[in-house]
Nanobody
């Protein structure tokens, strides 16, 4: 059974930084695209950043220049480095991965940015 386990959320002041990690475990042959989504209270879940197995990336306009997504294919792990955080970045952040032909989600990690 495949699981995505996230870590690294927390409370930070505006302007600060956090690094999220998400490790895929279980019976895995190939991890394709991995990404991070977020959902703020009362809002729909939205894509934050995505990275293919080859390293191509795309970002939401709201985080470009502040967030960086990366991955370690040997460890089946994806990271999200978040800098210059703003109160509007406050949300539950979810890891997402396409493994073989299936889509998986992590349990979510809370990121709270205080003003």
């Amino acid at each position: 059974q495949v699981q995505l386990v996230e870590s690294g959320g927390g409370l930070v002041q505006a302007g600060g930084s956090l690094r999220l990690s998400c490790a895929a475990s279980g019976s895995i042959f190939r991890v394709n695209a991995m990404g991070w989504y977020r959902q703020a209270p009362g809002k729909q879940r939205e894509l934050v950043a995505r990275i293919t197995s080859g390293g191509s990336t795309n970002y939401a306009d709201s985080v470009k220049g502040r967030f960086t997504i990366s991955r370690d294919n040997a460890r089946n792990t994806v990271y999200l480095q978040m800098n210059s955080l703003k109160p509007e970045d406050t949300a539950v952040y979810y890891c997402n991965a396409f493994i073989e032909w299936n889509e998986y989600w992590g349990q979510g990690t809370q990121v709270t940015v205080s003003s």
